[in-house]
């Protein structure tokens, strides 16, 4: 299959490419992938492969091994079909519609003004240029393309067991050059619900917003560690000093916008009585101060300031003020423990991802993260505590546990090996503190010896998304290695 973009001109291996390409004019968004799946089914159709397609929509095609490799271990390779399709407003190309404008930085290929896809279209397109190069030595191989993996991990939920014949499975959806992938992180939701009295404000009162804004933010189970600010904690905590010296009552309190993203901002609306309102603005100042020169160094940008607001409702209560400032003080944020395994990666983590006001009740909505699943309850009895002295309750989603790392793993053995021989160094082996397929796919199908890897992909998610090119052709090479590996001799 040859490329018909220039920017991808003369780009190893051309097949792969290709395929790539192809996809860059196929809309695939997480839940509508339709046009993608046809595409597959029409490609594996043309080869004579059998495809299946489960009651979740994810598909699963079967390639027979190369002569003399039938009787090796069959092996899944396996990817996502969807993408996150975010633009620039400003854009006229748009991915949810199949139009991705490629463009080529230096040593990047990245995309004009949305995100590129290669999260997680290197898969795609590698699996299905493997599978066509008859120069390639393989065993049987599976490859399992799944559906809305960037919504929760859907299309891995619905997976039927069935689908899946392989006992090594290869994920190839991780974005850090040089590093194999042997564990990731599971994730429990959970609520804390305050229903506070509210009532009238005192006459003449002032109503004044608090808001903070300017942090870095990021996603919060892998960028948990970087130190930056909660803009929910941050609101809180300059609250809470103002509140030891001026007295206020609280309208609404809300912030954050993602429960996977750590929240940049965030903005509480106060009822302050007439005489103290300077006295409450020069106490959030100097509060500010302060917690600006505690994230001096992670978010410079950092602002919290006062502006006058209308108040949409009463205030509630100073007794019930003084309690919801008291939760958002006790929600814990932030890592809580190192892995045993791994130099630098975080085994467990809570991170509170949304604070909103509905009526009379506050919610606070956290995310928590273990690759370690006898660690999370420890956390959840945490923020059940934190409800409960708050007056409220808890509300619990276990979304899936995490994936342990096997280091004793076969696969991760000859993927070691294929990788000092092609590129004469060892890899990194690790794992991220984040979600991943495997782990769903790995609790259904059980035995499974699993692991990942993928080119260099940077600034997923967004309109930036860029892939490292030479690190697309070690990528192939590596997964060229490994299924030739695993169906060597001795296997
Ligand atoms: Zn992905």
């Given at each position: 299959m040859a490329t018909e973009t220039s920017v991808l001109t003369g780009l190893e291996p051309p097949a792969f490419w290709g395929h790539f390409e192809a996809l860059t004019r196929i809309a695939r968004p997480s839940r509508h992938e339709e046009p993608v799946i046809e595409h597959v089914r029409q490609w594996a159709g043309e080869h004579g492969f059998e495809l299946r397609q489960d009651e979740g929509r994810n598909l699963v095609i079967h390639v027979p091994a190369t002569a003399g490799r039938e009787n090796t271990p069959t092996v899944t390779l396996q990817g996502h079909l969807d993408m996150v399709c975010e633009r620039d407003p400003a854009s006229p190309n748009d991915p949810a519609e199949g139009r991705i404008v490629l463009v080529r930085d230096g040593d990047w290929l990245t995309a004009d003004g949305t995100t590129l896809g290669a999260d997680d279209g290197v898969a795609i397109a590698a699996m299905m240029a493997l599978v066509e190069d008859a120069s390639l030595r393989h065993g049987p191989l599976e490859l399992l393309m799944t559906v809305?993996?960037?919504?929760?991990l859907e299309g891995a939920n619905a997976l039927d067991p069935a689908l899946v014949g392989g006992s090594i499975l290869v994920n190839l959806?991780?974005?850090?050059?040089g590093k194999l992938t042997v564990g990731c992180a599971g994730s429990t939701d959970t609520w804390i619900h305050v229903d506070a009295p509210r009532e009238p404000a005192v006459d003449g009162a002032v109503t004044l917003a608090v808001t903070v804004s300017g942090g870095k933010g990021g996603h919060s189970g892998s960028g948990i560690a970087l130190g930056h600010s909660n803009a929910d904690k941050v609101l809180g905590r300059a609250l809470r000093e103002t509140s030891e010296q001026v007295p206020f009552r609280l309208v609404s309190f809300a912030g954050g916008k993602s429960r996977n993203a750590i929240p940049r901002d965030a903005e509480a609306v106060c009822s302050v009585a007439a005489g103290d309102e300077e006295a409450f603005r020069n106490a959030i100042a100097a509060s500010a101060e302060t917690i600006r020169d505690a994230f001096a160094t992670t978010d410079p940008g950092l602002s919290i300031v006062v502006s006058a607001a209308d108040a949409p409702e009463a205030p509630w209560t100073a007794e019930a003020t003084a309690r919801l400032l008291d939760a958002v003080a006790l929600v814990p944020t932030g890592p809580l423990a190192m892995s045993q395994d791994f130099d630098d990666l975080v085994e467990t983590s809570t991170s509170l991802g949304e604070a909103l006001t509905e009526g009379d009740r506050l919610t606070l909505h956290s995310l928590s993260r273990s690759s370690n699943d006898s660690a999370l309850p420890e956390v959840i009895a945490t923020l059940d505590a934190a409800a409960r002295l708050a007056g409220g309750e808890l509300e619990v989603k276990v979304n899936y546990g995490g994936w342990r790392p096997n280091l004793d793993s076969p696969a991760l053995a000859a993927a070691q090996e294929a990788y000092e021989r092609l590129f004469g160094e060892p890899p990194i082996v690790t794992a991220v503190h984040a979600g991943l397929e495997t782990t769903v796919i790995g609790s259904k199908v059980h035995g499974l010896d699993m692991l990942s890897f993928g080119p260099q992909i940077e600034f997923p998610h967004s309109p930036d998304e860029r892939v490292g090119i030479p690190t697309v052709e070690r990528f192939w090479q590596l997964l060229v290695a490994l299924v030739d590996e695993l169906s060597g001799p001795g296997r």
């Open positions: 809305a993996e960037e919504v929760g959806d991780s974005e850090e050059d």
